[in-house]
């Protein structure tokens, strides 16, 4: 459960930092953290984001207010509601940001960028990223911790349109309700009183 929150709360930031431009687009995906590193690939259309890594693959759909994490292997889907009040009026800068300094012109997979520290406000207080904002198309192709304990970079970004395919449920996936607390602990319940009545 855990898993699919986290995977929905990843790509609201991603379409937050990506849904204000007016490029439609796909890239691979790099991210690394604590020494390891997980490829994938983000597609971009308006309001509509896809982001397929580690086997699976999240959907985020501003226009429906709706996010679904697809299970390939499972054939089965997991629908989250999305608060668009959190998300509307999206601009180009992250979420909880306080503070943006320009680096200068920098590099990045071959193509002219501008790096920028941001600082932002996070839970735990203020912290601090470096970002690469491509030059041509103001999409951030590249954004890092400063202390370096994880980074996410887009490569071989291509700008266009998008298939519209990509953004829905594919045809065959049943949808899949996680369990909440209460039902569990309702369903527990009746099992003991039902193992006790058997004793």
Known sequence: ????????????L??????AHAFDFTADVVSEARGQQVNGKIYVAGNK?????AGSASITRMDKG??????????????QPIDLEKVAGATEKMPGEVERTSLGPDMVSGR??????????????????????????K???KTAAED???????RNLKVGPQDASVFEVPPGYKKFSLPNMADMMRATQQQMKARSEHE
């Open 112 to 137: 002219k960028a501008t790096k920028y520290r941001i600082v932002y406000s996070a839970p735990a207080g203020q912290a601090s990223v470096i970002q690469w904002v491509d030059d041509e198309s």
């Open 66 to 79: 709706v996010a679904w994490v697809l299970m390939p292997q499972q054939l089965l889907y997991v629908e």
């Open 139 to 141: 999409i951030p192709v």
């Open 14 to 19: 991603l379409l937050i930092s990506s849904v």
């Open 148 to 154: 370096g304990s994880w980074m996410m970079e887009y």
């Open 49 to 53: 984001v896809r982001m397929d890594m």
């Open 1 to 12: 459960m855990t898993k699919f929150g986290l995977t929905i709360t990843f790509i609201v």
